[in-house]
């Protein structure tokens, strides 16, 4: 089983900055992709931004040029650093972990989707 934590959270004011983490822990487990997410009220749930294990990034247009995602692959840990923030960047974001069980054969018997709680960024002045 592969816990998923999220930190980082909280009130900014626009044009603020804020560092988001999340860390994956638990046994026999390898990490993939790693993303965020996030849910504004009344909305669906959208990718922020995306890393694979080899450090490919993908980005939401909405976030270009002002959110970084980085990951720690030796500490399973994937970041947000989120700059610039906007009243409409306000939404719970949530974590994702995409892995497998290297010990599990085949493969695909062992891959796994794990998601955080989540953590509320709040921007308004």
């Known amino acids: 089983q592969v816990q998923v934590v999220e930190s980082g959270g909280g009130l900014v004011q626009p044009g603020g900055s804020l560092r988001l983490s999340c860390a994956a822990s638990?046994?026999?487990?390898?990490?993939?992709?790693m993303g965020w997410y996030r849910q504004a009220p009344g909305k669906q749930r959208e990718l922020v931004a995306g890393?694979?294990?080899?450090?490919?990034?993908n980005y939401a247009d909405s976030v270009k040029g002002r959110f970084t995602i980085a990951r720690d692959n030796a500490k399973n840990t994937v970041y947000l650093q989120m700059s610039s923030l906007k009243p409409e960047d306000t939404a719970v974001y949530y974590c994702?972990?995409?892995?497998?069980?290297?010990?599990?054969?085949?493969?695909?018997?062992?891959?796994?989707?794990?998601w955080g709680q989540g953590t509320q960024v709040t921007v308004s002045s």
């Open positions: 638990g046994s026999d487990f390898r990490v993939n992709v």
């Open positions: 890393i694979t294990r080899g450090g490919s990034t």
């Open positions: 994702r972990i995409e892995g497998w069980n290297p010990y599990v054969i085949p493969e695909s018997d062992g891959q796994f989707d794990a």
